[in-house]
Nanobody, 124 residues
Framework: VQLQASGGGLVQSGVSLRLSCTAS????????VAWYRQVRGKERELVASISNSGTGSYTESVKGRFTISRDNAKNTVYLQMDSLKPEDTAVYYC???????????????????WGQGTQVTVSS
């Protein structure tokens, strides 16, 4: 199983970006997914998360500006980021709880995976 984060870039303050987090490989089910961000020298911060049922939650600083959603058919979770601010600048990572079938047993196994990170830079 691989988790790929994409969609980052260099943008001006006030514009939008949409990040994608896609699971590939032997994915049986993609469960809870979260987006984190990290500024160099600081701890990784939870930005938003989404449950299996599609319920999203957000850290206070992004409420009303960011929207997390999922497309289960594509094993993809999105983070729509509107009204971006310079303080949103960070490397964004996704983390997902993914069920895959163990070949030897045929039983599902759940593991946590991290994407490689995508840089978001917002200029003032």
């Amino acid at each position: 199983v691989q988790l790929q984060a994409s969609g980052g870039g260099l943008v001006q303050s006030g514009v939008s970006l949409r990040l994608s987090c896609t699971a590939s490989g032997s994915v049986f089910a993609m469960n809870g997914v979260a987006w984190y961000r990290q500024v160099r020298g600081k701890e990784r911060e939870l930005v938003a998360s989404i449950s299996n049922s599609g319920t999203g939650s957000y850290t206070e600083s992004v409420k009303g500006r960011f929207t997390i959603s999922r497309d289960n058919a594509k094993n993809t979770v999105y983070l729509q980021m509107d009204s971006l601010k310079p303080e949103d600048t960070a490397v964004y990572y996704c983390n997902a709880e993914i069920d895959s079938i163990v070949p030897d047993t045929g039983k599902p196994e759940r593991n946590s995976y991290w994407g490689q990170g995508t840089q978001v830079t917002v200029s003032s």
